[in-house]
Every structure is written in C-alpha cells, then in structure tokens.
Nanobody
C-alpha cells in the first residue's frame, strides 16, 4: 500500500526557515514524480514544487522560486522541502503527493497526483 507521511510543519516568524519531510512507504521512488502541494485557508490547492525521479527535473511555483528547494534521499525513501525566507503568504497546509510514470516537462497540477499524504501545517507569523 502506497503511503506518504509528511512532517516538519510548525510556527515560524517571517524570514525564518522550515524543512518539511515526506517519507514514502509501499513503493520506491523509481519512476515516480513526488511533489509538494499547499492549500491556504479559503484557497484552492497550489502546486509548490515537484521532483521527477526518472529525469531528475525539479519544478517550482513562481511564488517560491529562489526560496524553496526540493531534494530527495533515495536511501531513506524521503523527499524534503527546504523553505527559506518564509512569508506570511506561505501559511498553508502542505501535502506531499506522488504520481507514477512519465517524464514530466512541467510541474503536475494537484489533480494529477495519484497518492496523497495527510498534510502538515505551516504557519508564518508576520
């Protein structure tokens, strides 16, 4: 059974940093795209970043480019999202998600993911 476990959220002041982790069980990262999607209160889900394990491509939403970095540790079957220079508008529930197959030339849209973790809350105080 494919499971994704997100962790690392919390309360941080604007300008601070957090690192989110997404631990995957039930599958290995080969041939998967792993991504981070967030949902702020009253807003639709937004793709934040993704990583393609087959082509190594990474994608970022314009709103987080230069501040967030996605990385993976295959030995631990874990994907990370390092978030620096956090802003109040980054406040959201962050989900890790996965989809199988394909060499994506863009970041998948939230509805295109097949599997979802439970989400971790990030709150940035101004």
């Amino acid at each position: 059974e494919v499971q994704l476990q997100a962790s690392g959220g919390g309360l941080v002041q604007a300008g601070g940093s957090l690192r989110l982790s997404c631990a995957a069980t039930g599958f290995t990262f080969d041939d998967y795209v792993i991504g981070w999607v967030r949902q702020a209160p009253g807003k639709e889900r937004e793709g934040v970043s993704s990583f393609g394990t087959d082509n190594g491509r990474t994608y970022y939403a314009d709103s987080v480019k230069g501040r967030f970095t996605i990385s993976n540790d295959n030995a631990k079957n874990t994907v990370y999202l390092q978030m620096n220079s956090l802003k109040s508008e980054d406040t959201a529930v962050y989900y890790c998600a996965a989809l199988y197959g394909g060499s994506w030339s863009r970041q998948p849209r939230p509805h295109e993911y097949d599997y979802w973790g439970q989400g971790t809350l990030v709150t940035v105080s101004s």
